[in-house]
């Protein structure tokens, strides 16, 4: 089985790039919808510290034995490129690109907000660093959204982190990828099946799990703020589903038809155990029949400091 190094991501974001960029004709005839599996697993958070490494091999090991043809990774690679420096953040960036390959599989990436480098001010990076913000993603992932096809299923990748003027992030879908998600849906036909792939939720129940913050956050950091303009552009489409990450629990919140699946974290609560019941694991995806079903693995990982909530 193939070993995926660095150079072979770059190859295949280019090449998924480059496929969204066709014209709009070559995309227009669908082909017949295939059975297939694949893989969500977003939220790794990899660090050196809390046996996080061995967790996240843990977790592809098992992953791997599935039956799968990709894995759509959704987002926050690493904890954590936000707030800390240059050195920091490459060693963080390079030990999760080793452990990936123990996957053994293609992998197409989503970004999310752990993945962005010197953000915080307390990294000492400043907004001039050729890496700065979400170049860091690029530079060792490729573009921040695209779309491919996948036995007759059109896939979209959106990038949905947004950078603000004091240095934070909040959940955002800006005003190019707008026009871009567009333009790449009118692209496909009606029946089409679409598939998405988002980090920050679209669509999420999470504030009715949870007591208010004393302090509200200062962004929209749990949900994308302008969902409002992204929902209707997948009206008249035939959208299996969204997959989200960020929040670390299992939920399904059903909007006009279209089910919003946040799944579980590779991480759980930031490897100290289970998130509000949800443990350690990632998303299986089967397409059958031109439906959507998704089932939960866990892969029986042992924090050294739980903390489950």
């Not at 959106?158 to 871009?180: F, H, K, N, P």
């Not at 302008?226 to 209707?232: G, K, S």
């Not at 399904?252 to 998130?275: D, E, K, L, Q």
Request: proline share 5%.
């Amino acid at each position: 089985m193939k070993t995926w190094n660095r150079r072979d991501f770059l190859a295949l974001s280019a090449a998924t790039g480059a496929a969204s960029a066709l014209p709009l004709k070559l995309h227009a005839a669908a082909r017949p919808v295939e059975d297939f599996t694949f893989l969500f697993i977003t939220d790794c958070h990899l660090q050196p510290e809390l046996n996080a490494a061995g967790g996240c091999h843990q977790a592809f090991t098992k992953a791997r034995k599935i039956s799968a043809d990709f894995v759509v990774q959704g987002g926050d690679h690493v904890f954590d490129a936000l707030g800390v420096n240059r050195d920091r953040a490459t060693s963080l960036i390079d030990l999760y690109t080793k452990t990936e390959q123990d996957l053994g599989m293609k992998v197409h990436h989503t970004i999310g907000n752990h993945d962005l480098f010197g953000v915080y001010p307390a990294s000492g990076a400043e907004p001039t660093d050729p890496l700065y913000g979400k170049k860091f993603f690029e530079d060792q992932f490729g573009k921040l959204y695209y779309s491919f096809d996948h036995k007759g299923v059109h896939f979209i990748v959106l990038d949905s982190i947004g950078i603000t003027a004091d240095r934070g992030y909040e959940g955002r879908i800006d005003a190019d990828q707008l026009t871009w998600l567009a333009t790449d849906l009118k692209s496909i036909s009606a029946a089409t099946p679409v598939i998405v792939s988002v980090h920050i939720p679209l669509v999420t129940a999470f504030d009715a799990y949870t007591a208010p913050l004393p302090t509200p956050p200062a962004h929209h950091g749990l949900s994308v703020a302008n969902a409002y303009e992204v929902l209707p552009l997948f009206e008249g489409h035939n959208v299996l589903g969204v997959l989200q990450g960020h929040t670390h629990i299992n939920e399904t919140v059903i909007w006009r038809g279209v089910p919003y699946m946040t799944s579980g974290a590779v991480s759980g609560n930031w490897w100290h155990g289970t998130r509000m019941g949800t443990p350690e694991g990632f998303t299986v995806v089967e397409v059958k029949a031109g439906k959507l079903k998704t089932r939960y693995e866990t892969y029986g990982f042992q924090s050294v400091d739980p903390k489950n909530t």
